[in-house]
């Protein structure tokens, strides 16, 4: 089993909906958890990051931690065709920066 | 505008082969990490480097894969043999190594061997 466990999708919405992309994971030691977005035929840019557990928002998007539980969520507001592509979650341990990334997860936002 | 570069884009090899992908890292940053992404495995962590010494590279294949930093403004994997199943897209990435260890990728290159 991997440290990171995320839905591949594809995850289709229409234009306007809310997307709740999430990842769960096994190790506790985890204290920094980031997503990245990742255009066709490019490389996973960091979308936004959280520490420890909590929400953070920018813009249209929210990251909530629940580490009791140890899952995490990336919400999208108001989801636009730009926002079309692969989200992959990655965490950290506090002390060892080596990014675990998860499969990530397509999505298509549908006109 | 600071970013990896890696190259080349894309490769197409014959079986036998061997590749060599090249990566220039952003200047400052001492944390170098070569990754391979398929459909089935995702994002896999095949080597890192800190300040040019390599601090792991167990996600390798060690029999046919290196990697290596012969400076700081180069980072190289290279296959030798190639086989058909290390067709994958190859992502350099570096950072500064501290903070939340974000990562700033490269475009990849795309592997077919054929």
């Known amino acids: 089993q991997k440290e990171v466990e995320q839905d591949p999708g594809p995850l289709s919405v229409p234009e306007g909906a809310i997307v709740s992309l999430n990842c769960t994971y096994s190790?506790?030691?985890?204290?920094?958890f980031m997503w990245y977005r990742q255009y066709s035929r490019k490389g996973p840019e960091l979308l936004m990051y959280?520490?420890?557990?909590g929400n953070k928002e920018d813009g249209r998007f929210t990251a909530q931690v629940d580490k009791s539980s140890k899952y995490i969520s990336l919400f999208i507001r108001d989801s636009q065709p730009s926002d079309s592509a692969t989200y992959l979650c990655?965490?950290?341990?506090?002390?060892?920066?080596?990014?675990?990334f998860g499969r990530g997860t397509s999505l298509i936002v549908h006109p | 505008d600071a970013r990896v570069t890696q190259t080349p884009r894309d490769k197409v090899t014959e079986m036998g082969q061997e590749v060599t992908m090249r990566c220039q890292p952003i200047?400052?940053?001492?944390?170098v990490f070569w990754y391979r992404q398929t459909m089935m495995q995702g994002l896999e962590l095949l080597a890192y480097?800190?300040?040019?010494?390599?601090?792991?590279d167990s996600g390798m294949p060690k029999d046919r894969f290196s990697a290596e930093m012969p400076d700081a403004t180069l980072a190289t994997l290279k296959i030798q043999p190639s086989e058909p199943r290390d067709s994958a897209v190859y992502f350099c990435?570096?950072?500064?190594?501290?903070?939340?260890?974000?990562?700033?990728f490269g475009q990849g290159t795309r592997l077919t061997v054929v």
């Open positions: 990435a570096s950072g500064l190594g501290g903070g939340i260890g974000e990562a700033f």
């Open positions: 190790n506790s030691a985890f204290q920094y």
């Open positions: 959280t520490y420890s557990s």
């Open positions: 990655a965490m950290s341990r506090g002390g060892s920066y080596i990014p675990t």
């Open positions: 200047l400052g940053h001492n944390t």
């Open positions: 480097f800190r300040n040019r010494a390599p601090l792991d």
